[in-house]
């Protein structure tokens, strides 16, 4: 095993290095310059964060937050018992991913965390739980076994029943829609990756937001495709520079959220759902339509799907119960072309033979209360919307947001910094929050953080406190 002494790293110092402040920003760039010069090879083991403060004379939270720069930006990985190393970025940059993130920095561990409580997560929702109504929705599958028992099989495509419940909604919201153009998945993210499965080769180009879904970003990188971002900032979409770069990148595939963008919360109107799918339709691009927050607007119903303005266009409309009901409950659907639903019903036979029936019993009663649960779901966003920009605006008043139309998540702008430096400086504070890159297929927005403000009201309260600390430290450490 290599390891780079505590000696050869002053070594890399000048003189006057102590000159440029804050102290650990500037020990990062020499390291990340050595290795990107490669005095310092991939798999080096580093010295520990004692023995290489007493080397360069700094204190250990100077190395502690150097090193956790680095692991932010996909320089290095430590190890429980082993150390930290750094990472072999082969042609480029590692994919920037959450769990490693988090698995990496000392804190997420139980190490330097400032505080006795337990590590708040505010990179996932925890909306109020429905107790009764699944336990009658669980005992309401069970008596339900008996019935569908002699004559289900393998329903890969899913249940009948559940099927049409589903096509009803999206006839009910101006989709038209037959049971045979649905399929169910074991949740949205499967959805996903059967059509990523079937429409994109390693190579292709696909087309996405930038912020967009993590889920998507990963299945496409694991598909090996070209990630082509289009900016969406604080709003949705732009729309004209969308169809422009689609024209000039010929897409294998896109994807996009019109309603309730699942980071900046913002809702796309008619007119720009008809263009979009115009333009799949004109093209035959096939285009990933992320529905899953239908109903979680702060308003009533927005337009209808994307997929309603262009009747013969291949547009998949992803949906899913675990925003409205539970995220425990793995159940999602696509509404596609029936043709596109016997491909994709086939290509799932070969993964898992189609979702567990019980599961889809259990939807099935629950979709029955989808009217009174989205408006017990509207009034706790509102409610919690309203308590987390009282919060913000006292605890953190020079940071800025945009009002979200709806759905769970507040994109923060940081008045100054790098989103990727504080990530880890919050986590010691014992705050997990997820940093702009990390939700960007092009690195950017790393002036930016996504909070998940549907949590218990007493989370919400602590996790922000621990923000307005974290950004405290972060101020400190500038000086």
């Not at 020079?398 to 009002?403: F, G, I, L, N, T």
Request: aromatic residues 6%; charged residues 25%; glycine residues 6%.
């Amino acid at each position: 095993m290599t390891a780079v002494s505590t000696t050869e790293i002053r070594a890399l110092l000048s003189e006057d290095w102590r000159h440029d402040r804050p102290l650990y920003r500037r020990l990062a760039q020499v390291l990340r310059a050595a290795v990107a010069s490669g005095e310092i090879s991939p798999g080096t083991r580093l010295p520990a964060e004692r023995d290489l403060a007493d080397a360069v004379e700094v204190s250990r939270s100077t190395i502690v937050n150097a090193y956790d720069l680095l692991r932010a930006d996909g320089w290095l990985v430590s190890r429980t018992g082993s150390g930290t190393f750094v990472v072999d970025r082969g042609n480029g940059a590692p994919a920037l991913r959450m769990r490693d993130m988090v698995d990496s920095v000392p804190s997420a561990r139980g190490a330097h965390i400032s505080t006795t409580s337990e590590i708040i997560n505010l990179s996932i929702s925890r909306p109020e739980p429905l107790d009764e109504l699944l336990r009658q929705a669980i005992l309401y599958s069970a008596d339900a076994v008996p019935r569908i028992a002699d004559h289900v099989e393998y329903a890969t495509q899913g249940l009948p029943e559940l099927r049409e419940v589903i096509a009803e909604s999206f006839t009910a919201r101006g989709l038209p829609t037959s049971a045979g153009q649905i399929l169910i998945t074991t949740g949205a993210q499967q959805a996903v990756a059967l059509i990523s499965q079937l429409f994109v080769a390693p190579g292709d180009a696909v087309m996405l937001e930038s912020p967009t879904y993590l889920g998507a970003i990963d299945t496409l990188r694991e598909r090996n495709a070209q990630l082509v971002a289009v900016p969406a900032s604080d709003a949705a979409v732009d729309v004209d520079h969308f169809i422009t770069v689609a024209r000039r990148t010929s897409p294998a595939l896109m994807f996009v959220m019109p309603t309730c963008h699942t980071i900046t919360g913002s809702v796309l109107g008619a007119e720009d759902r008809k263009r979009l799918a115009l333009l799949s339709l004109e093209m035959q691009v096939p285009l990933i339509e992320d529905d899953i927050f239908s109903g979680l607007t702060f308003e009533p119903e927005p337009a209808p799907p994307v997929a309603a303005y262009a009747e013969d266009a291949p547009i998949f409309t992803v949906g899913s119960t675990s925003k409205l009901y539970w995220n425990g409950l793995r159940l999602g659907w696509l509404r596609a072309p029936e043709a596109m639903i016997t491909r994709l019903a086939r290509l799932k036979g070969t993964v898992d033979l189609g979702t567990s029936l019980i599961t889809q019993l259990v939807a099935l009663r629950l979709l029955r209360h989808r009217e009174s649960v989205t408006r017990q779901r509207r009034e706790e966003m509102q409610d919690r919307w309203a308590t987390a920009q009282t919060l913000l605006r006292r605890t953190l008043p020079d940071w800025s947001w945009r009002e979200p139309c709806g759905g769970r998540s507040l994109w923060l702008k940081l008045p100054w910094g790098a989103a990727t430096e504080f990530a880890p400086v919050a986590l010691r504070q014992g705050v997990v929050v997820i940093p702009g890159p990390l939700l960007s297929p092009d690195g950017r927005n790393n002036d930016r953080i996504r909070v998940m403000y549907v949590q218990r009201e007493r989370v919400l309260r602590e996790g922000i406190e621990r923000l307005g600390l974290a950004w405290e430290a972060v101020r400190g450490l500038e000086r």
